[in-house]
């Protein structure tokens, strides 16, 4: 079946996968990209598909309604029903930490002017992607279930938790269609290098300190991105309405485990890594029970850790201009702020 999708956030790191997704997978579908083009939106990362005949880029802000509406005025053009997923939000919780405000902006007021304008135009479906650091944080043992209570821990995760919060009543009290996704930590091309895959990617091939976070041993559960788009395809498609799913890669690691990792695969010195300040409130372990996705939809992740790094890191090694023209001014002024160099 065809359809018209708006995809909010479609310039960034997950959105840009997606809409990659989409166009070799869905052909015939029709996609409206709105993105307010940020630090983390770049076009260049859907260059390959640009004059795909479905597709339609709006540049604008959800938090602005005129900006939403003319994006569901292009859908409309475009013909049949509408469905969104939404992507757009801030995404780095060491930005959350340096300032709180423009999640809050973004997440939770954007959300909601998102959510009113697809209630207004009866969207078919709705699909938040939200993330499992809403849950909060876990001990040595144990996984997040969809029933797992919210206990959100830094200002990202609590925009977020409020997102899903915002979804879950329209759900409840418009009968909205809505669905609730809920990943953990990506990884795979076109992420910015502010997250620790490729910011460690990009300062070992550089031969830089490759600043680590108190011991090394928090946990998170690694998920290819291909992987996550095909999940979020088959919510869109087949998921229950008004359900949450939990989407996780079965492969959990240390953070140190996940660096060493990076390191031979470059073929550069474990030297290189240094032991920096804890992330304040630093949630020790993230692990995903995605049994429900799994066993509702039938989707698995294809992709096993030990292939998707190499890929990964073959990937960013392979796009020395892109790397270049994202680490900009404003990515240095963010980095010495962070790490203090
Ligand atoms: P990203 O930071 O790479 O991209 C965010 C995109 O949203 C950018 O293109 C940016 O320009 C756009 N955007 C930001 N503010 C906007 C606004 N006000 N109006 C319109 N567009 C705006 O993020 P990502 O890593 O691709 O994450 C996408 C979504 O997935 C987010 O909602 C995030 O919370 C969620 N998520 C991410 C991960 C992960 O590991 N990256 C895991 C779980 C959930
Ligand atoms: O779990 C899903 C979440 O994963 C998403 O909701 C977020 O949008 C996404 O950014 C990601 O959050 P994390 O905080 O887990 O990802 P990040 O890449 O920032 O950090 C991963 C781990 O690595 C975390 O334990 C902190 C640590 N780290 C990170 C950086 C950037 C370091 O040790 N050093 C670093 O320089």
Redesign the pocket.
């Known amino acids: 079946m065809t359809r018209t999708l708006i995809v ?8 840009s996968n997606f809409i990659h997704t989409l166009v070799s997978s869905r052909p015939t579908w029709k996609i409206v990209n ?5 630090y ?3 076009l260049e990362n859907l260059t390959a598909i640009e004059r795909h005949p479905g597709y339609t880029f709006v540049h ?4 602005r309604a005129a900006d939403v509406e003319r994006a569901f005025a292009a859908a409309r053009e475009l013909g049949g029903p509408i469905s969104v997923v ?7 919780v060491d930005r959350s930490i340096q300032s709180g405000l423009p999640f809050v ?3 939770v007021l ?1 959300t909601q002017v998102v959510l009113d304008a697809a209630r207004a135009h009866k969207v078919e479906r709705f699909v938040h ?5 809403v849950y909060g944080s876990l001990g040595a043992t144990g996984y997040f279930t969809e029933d797992t209570p919210l206990a959100p821990n830094s200002p990202y995760s609590a925009s ?1 938790a409020a997102s899903d919060l915002l979804v879950r009543a329209a759900v409840h009290t418009f009968g909205f269609p809505g669905l609730i996704t ?5 990884y795979g091309p076109y ?2 290098p502010e ?1 620790l895959i490729p910011l460690m990617i990009a300062n070992a091939g550089e031969g830089k300190p490759l600043p680590v976070y108190g011991d090394g041993m928090n946990v998170r559960d690694w998920l290819y991105v291909v992987d996550h788009c095909e999940a979020i395809l088959a919510v869109l498609e087949r998921g229950r309405l008004g359900e949450t799913y939990n989407i996780g890669g079965h492969n959990e690691y240390p953070n140190i485990y996940i660096v060493k990792r990076i390191l031979a695969e470059l073929g550069q010195p474990e030297s290189l890594i240094t032991y920096v300040k804890d992330r304040l409130g630093h949630d020790r372990r993230y692990a995903i029970d995605a049994s429900k996705i799994e066993r509702e939809l039938g989707w698995r992740p294809r992709f096993r850790f030990e292939d998707a790094l190499p890929l990964t890191v073959a990937w960013y090694r392979s796009q020395t201009q892109w790397m270049q023209r994202v680490r900009n001014g404003a990515y240095r002024e963010y980095y010495s702020r962070q790490y203090g160099s």
């Open positions: 909010t956030g479609g310039a960034g790191f997950i959105g709105l993105d307010a083009l940020t983390a939106g770049n604008g802000d959800i938090t939404h992507f757009a939000a801030e995404s780095h902006n973004t997440n954007g992607v939200s993330t499992d650091e977020k809920r990943c953990s930590n990506n992420q910015f997250k």
